[in-house]
């Protein structure tokens, strides 16, 4: 069973602090990652992908990926308290007839004024 | 939002009853997915679909059935329904790489 592991949190961090997201994958032969985020009551939504080891940037948002330790993690610059959500990880797989998407069971993060 | 609707929004129903909930798309999108979220389990795929008439099993794809007779409409049913099926249900389109995913709205199914 290929697994992809959050801690569930909630991770509470003030506002203007750097948050960290971080996420384990099980499956060495993993290719594909992503970060979705979800508001409460509402559906995820991507905003980062990344593919190869190193740092991803967009705007606030950094993504970095180990494929060695099986790891990757979202970096939030000057949290602010719209980050307030739950952040999904989640890992291509290719096995089976199509591959698909497998997610981890988030970690919320709460932003304080 | 990808052109992705879902039907219904919220519903109730009881223990036994059939039950059948609607995704539709307007982009022609070849993919699409029906996953139930849960507290404590996360995102988990039930049934996916790779075209018309082709759909596979997903990862908790027991008590529920899939249909895809035209590109834009791909539904769930659930047979008879039970208490363990309660959770929130969405439906996602992917791009054409099968990575990235975009969600519906979702469904909030009770039953009781």
């Known amino acids: 069973q290929k697994e992809v592991e959050q801690n569930s949190g909630p991770l509470s961090v003030p506002e203007g602090a750097i948050a960290s997201l971080n996420c384990t994958y099980s499956?060495?032969?993993?290719?594909?990652f992503f970060w979705y985020r979800q508001y409460s009551g509402k559906s995820p939504e991507l905003i980062m992908s990344?593919?190869?080891?190193g740092d991803k940037e967009d705007g606030r948002f950094t993504a970095q990926l180990n494929k060695a330790s099986q790891y990757v993690s979202l970096l939030i610059r000057d949290s602010q308290p719209s980050d307030s959500a739950t952040y999904l990880c989640?890992?291509?797989?290719?096995?089976?007839?199509?591959?698909?998407?497998?997610f981890g069971k988030g970690t919320k993060l709460s932003v304080k004024p | 939002d990808a052109g992705i609707t879902q039907s219904p929004r919220h519903k109730v129903t009881e223990t036994g009853t059939p039950v059948t909930l609607r995704c539709h798309q307007t982009?022609?999108?070849?993919?699409m997915y029906w996953y139930r979220q849960d507290p404590g389990h996360g995102l988990r795929l039930i049934h996916y679909?790779?075209?018309?008439?082709?759909?596979d099993k997903g990862e908790v794809s027991d008590g529920y059935s899939v249909s895809r007779s035209k590109t834009e409409d791909f539904l769930l049913t659930l047979e008879s329904a039970t208490s363990s099926q309660t959770s929130v249900y969405f439906c996602?389109?992917?791009?054409?790489?099968?990575?990235?995913?975009?969600f519906g709205s979702g469904t909030q199914l009770s039953v009781l």
């Open positions: 989640a890992v291509m797989n290719y096995g089976g007839s199509q591959g698909n998407l497998i």
């Open positions: 499956d060495r032969g993993s290719q594909s």
């Open positions: 990344i593919y190869s080891n």
């Open positions: 982009e022609n999108h070849r993919y």
């Open positions: 679909s790779y075209g018309v008439k082709d759909t």
């Open positions: 996602a389109i992917a791009t054409i790489d099968r990575e990235k995913l975009f």
